[in-house]
C-alpha cells in the first residue's frame, strides 16, 4: 500500500474535503466539496484526492503515541 499523498491531522471527526482549500484561490483546481467521517480506524481518505485525514488522538494518530 502506498502513502497517501497528504496527511491532515483534525481534532473533529467530520472534515470537509475539496482539494484545494490550501490553495489561495484553487477552488477552480480541486474537487467538488464531500464531506467525510473519521471511523473506529482514525482516519479517512478522500476518494477524489486521496487526502488522508487523521484524528487527533485517534488510533492512526502516529503523534498521539
Known amino acids: ?3 497517501a499523498p497528504e496527511t491532515v491531522r ?5 472534515v470537509a474535503c475539496d482539494g484545494a482549500s490550501d490553495i489561495p484561490g484553487g477552488a ?9 467521517e473519521i471511523d473506529e480506524s482514525g ?3 478522500c476518494g477524489y484526492c486521496d487526502r488522508r485525514f487523521v484524528l487527533v488522538g ?4 502516529g503523534a498521539a503515541h
Not at 477552480?28 to 467525510?36: I, Q, S
Not at 485517534?58 to 494518530?61: E, K, L, P, R, T
Open 1 to 3: 500500500m502506498q502513502p
Open 10 to 14: 483534525t481534532p473533529n471527526p467530520r
Open 28 to 36: 477552480a483546481l480541486g474537487h467538488p466539496r464531500v464531506w467525510l
Open 43 to 45: 482516519f479517512v481518505d
Open 58 to 61: 485517534g488510533a492512526a494518530d
